[in-house]
């Protein structure tokens, strides 16, 4: 564990320069006086590390010292993958490993290219989850990652749509970040399904390895889920027009299913009429989502088929009007 944290002492004074005790102490979490003492030891090592006395003071190498102890550990390698996405390698439990992964890799980089990196990390940033929504609670997901990674059964007792809850014994396959939620890929009495993180609500491991299958492809089988998946959700089309502004708000409104029928209705030669207006078949949810669905785009959209829809509208429309006088 020190020679872990004296290594990494070493490579932040290596890539940052002169840094005080405080600064060091904060990046290692742990007291100044650790520090200290760690100072003295990378010191007694033979690590030119010298302090500057003052205000402006702290510690750093002798100029043009460079460790090329820079291996990296097998967790700190797998962490690299998520190094664009600092926060889901926290929730997987990885934030330190990455942190550690990065600064390796870092300290190996000649100084042009440590400095080109440096800047693109200033320069781009990104946020996984979308606009007005919660954190998930998940409480799970390092385990569930962990057996993941060591293709271990688990047993979990999970929340279905409904609500109710079952108990399934899975063997985890992969792990999948989807607009901010976590979904597991798990391989359940020979079928292969997902489950999402936040509805597990307790998980045992049960220890032993499983033969993962040499065939198995995550990104194939999220695709293939994936589009399975939007087919359940919208199980029906609706024939609309949509006003110029309602195609321009089809993404924001009727999300990628919404937009990929507005845009294969194009590709397909629609043509919008004298005033703008465009027809195209529209996936929407069974039941009363689609009417809400369909009133955010307020009157820049009409229902033209099927006509039991297109009266739902008409008669959610006419009591909204009724209850806004």
Not at 51 to 74: C, K
Not at 158 to 187: D, H, Q
Request: aromatic residues 8%; charged residues 25%; hydrophobic residues 45%.
């Amino acid at each position: 564990m020190r020679a872990g944290r004296l290594l990494t002492a070493l490579l932040l004074l290596q890539n940052r320069g002169r840094m005080t005790a405080e600064e060091l102490a904060a990046e290692l979490e742990v007291s100044v006086r650790t520090v200290y003492r760690d100072i003295e030891a990378l010191s007694a090592s033979g690590v030119p590390v010298y302090a500057d006395r003052g205000r402006n003071g702290g510690y750093q190498l002798v100029a043009g010292y460079r460790t090329r102890l820079t291996g990296l550990t097998e967790e700190e390698a797998q962490s690299l993958s998520l190094a664009g996405l600092p926060s889901a390698a926290a929730e997987l439990g990885l934030g330190t490993v990455l942190a550690a992964a990065q600064l390796k890799l870092s300290a190996a980089l000649p100084p042009e290219l440590r400095g080109r990196a440096g800047r693109i990390a200033e320069r781009f940033h990104l946020d996984v989850p979308g606009w007005h929504r919660g954190i998930e609670s998940l409480p799970v997901l390092s385990a569930v990652a962990d057996a993941v990674w060591s293709a271990r059964r688990i047993r979990v007792r999970y929340e279905r749509w409904g609500p109710s809850e079952v108990e399934r014994t899975l063997e985890p396959l992969g792990l999948v970040l989807k607009a901010g939620n976590w979904y597991l890929a798990a391989r359940c009495a020979g079928a292969d399904r997902t489950y999402r993180i936040s509805r597990i609500r307790e998980l045992t491991e049960l220890g032993g390895h499983f033969e993962r299958p040499a065939d198995f492809d995550l990104a194939r089988y999220w695709q293939e889920w994936s589009e399975r998946f939007e087919r359940r959700m919208y199980p029906r089309t609706a024939t609309v027009r949509l006003s110029p502004r309602a195609q321009a708000l089809v993404p924001f409104y009727a999300g990628s299913v919404g937009a990929r029928a507005l845009r294969e209705a194009l590709d397909a030669g629609a043509e919008p009429d004298a005033e703008g207006w465009l027809t195209i078949g529209l996936p929407v949810e069974p039941g009363e989502p689609a009417i809400g669905e369909l009133l955010r785009f307020g009157p820049h959209l009409e229902v033209l088929a099927p006509a039991q829809l297109r009266a739902e509208v008409a008669g959610a429309i006419e009591e909204m009007g009724r209850i806004h006088g």
